[in-house]
């Protein structure tokens, strides 16, 4: 007899289930059925590798892996942390990988990907936070892939020393790295973290690598205010963040946070048009948007801005 699998979320199982609200019209996705989404599926299990995109329910992957993009999730797919709007399996992570960053290389040069995101869980374990792992993976695809750029979006490395500046100064194309919601709401949503942590990591990372386009995102249908969303983009302008995405929040479970509200096409719009007079220099806001949904676009189109404004 096998052995019981494992709740995902065992700090969750105990709470009563907070169902949201339907689906509005302008909340559709298709599953990933394409031959295209199926060779990705293939590769990954090949390769004993995560993606974001399984591993967060993300409601793009039907669409992104039908394109061969993916989000690869590194150090594991088990987090340390348990933050409410979250998917990602929690508990106590196995031991790192050391082989992981040569088979992520692999799988770049396989898919033929020009522009690749590598994130991951928290690893509150580790004493550098898996910076280390990131420099690895970084290193590893800049020697198989010497034109493919390079997207990280990283934990926090809350209490881990120079994390960030090793990775920023890795010199990654891109430092991603999620605020998530706006500061009234972190104690509920994102506990484990705190805004202005966040907030000055992305300014660290700036500072260690100026040449680095840094890149923040937001979710909203919480119960956030427009005038809170307007102060998050105030604050991320402050630290110099260039890049904007801004998505519906999705509930993972009837477990985790519920939606307050669906937030529609227009308001998207509105605060597109908010971030774009702030001064972001690339702003991707729509119900679906997620950190790497078009990354690899958004990344072209932010260094044709920056090439025209050098010119």
């Known amino acids: 007899m096998s052995d019981p699998v494992p709740p995902r979320h065992p700090e969750k199982v105990n709470r009563p289930d907070r169902p949201s609200p339907p689906k509005p019209a302008w909340i559709r996705v ?19 590798l995560h993606t974001v995109c399984e591993e967060a329910a993300c409601p793009n992957v039907g669409e992104c892996w039908g394109r061969h993009h993916a989000a690869f999730l590194i150090l594991g797919d088990i987090c340390t942390r348990a933050c409410a709007f979250c998917n990602v399996r929690t508990g106590r992570p196995g031991a790192v990988d050391s082989d992981e960053p040569e088979r992520l ?15 991951s869980v928290d690893r509150d374990d580790l004493p550098d936070g898996g910076a280390g792992h990131f420099v690895a993976c970084i290193e590893r695809i800049r020697a198989a892939s010497p ?21 920023a100064t890795a010199r990654p ?8 919601t706006v500061p009234r709401l972190y104690p509920s949503i994102r506990p484990g973290a705190r805004y202005f942590v966040s907030l000055r990591l992305l300014q660290r990372a700036a500072e260690a690598n100026p040449g680095i386009i840094t890149k923040s995102g937001l979710m909203v249908g919480l119960g956030e205010t427009r005038e809170e969303v307007l102060q998050v983009m105030d604050d991320l302008r402050a630290a110099g963040v260039a ?46 948007t997620r950190s790497s949904h078009h990354a690899d676009r958004d990344f072209e189109a932010l260094r044709a801005l920056r090439a025209q404004a050098a010119s």
């Open 147 to 167: 034109d493919c750029t390079i997207e990280v979006l990283t934990p926090d490395f809350r209490d881990k020393g120079d994390a960030v500046e090793r990775v």
């Open 105 to 119: 290389a692999a799988s770049v040069v396989a898919m033929g990907l020009r522009h690749v995101v590598i994130t």
């Open 243 to 288: 890049a904007l995405t801004i998505g519906q929040y999705l509930q993972p479970t009837p477990k985790h946070a519920p939606i307050e509200r669906y937030v529609t096409p227009e308001e998207f719009d509105d605060f597109a048009a908010q971030a774009r007079a702030k001064g972001f220099a690339m702003v991707a806001a729509t119900p679906l």
């Open 173 to 180: 194309d891109v430092f991603n790295h999620n605020l998530e």
């Open 30 to 48: 298709r599953a990933p059925v394409s031959t295209e989404a199926v060779d990705v599926a293939r590769l990954m299990r090949e390769n004993r």
